[in-house]
């Protein structure tokens, strides 16, 4: 192994690192620095906070979340199917079929459970 095969993952390491530092610096050597009582003021939604920020939300914020991301991540699961249909046959066919119809009865039972409801 020659480390010159390794040059260009170095390169991509750095120039990653500095799109993401370098307008940072450059935002906040250039930028304007005025701070006033306002700005530093504390606010929630344009006023001031009437409440305790460990406050507890409804437990159904916190399912409707869940929900999005497990049924985001199994769509996310059939990209890499779509891309290999013709490689895995009529099994991987009737497999994702079966994934899908699980999926389905899970998002019908949610929707009678009134999981998506928010009122």
Do not use: H, T
């Not at 095969?5 to 930028?31: E, H, S, T």
């Amino acid at each position: 192994m020659d480390i010159s095969q390794y040059l260009p993952v170095l390169l991509f390491i750095l120039v990653g690192v500095a799109v993401g530092i370098v307008p940072q610096i450059l935002g906040y050597i250039l930028g304007p620095n005025n701070p006033n009582q306002a700005k530093n003021s504390p606010y929630e939604c344009g006023f001031e906070a009437f409440e305790d920020a460990r406050m507890k939300f409804d437990v159904r914020y916190y399912l409707v979340a869940i929900l999005f991301i497990l049924f985001d991540l199994e769509i996310a699961f059939l990209f890499p199917w779509a891309a290999a249909l013709k490689e895995v046959g009529v099994v991987g066919f009737w497999a994702v079929i079966v994934f899908l119809g699980i999926l389905v009865v899970g998002f019908i039972y949610e929707w009678k459970k009134g999981a998506l409801d928010w009122e």
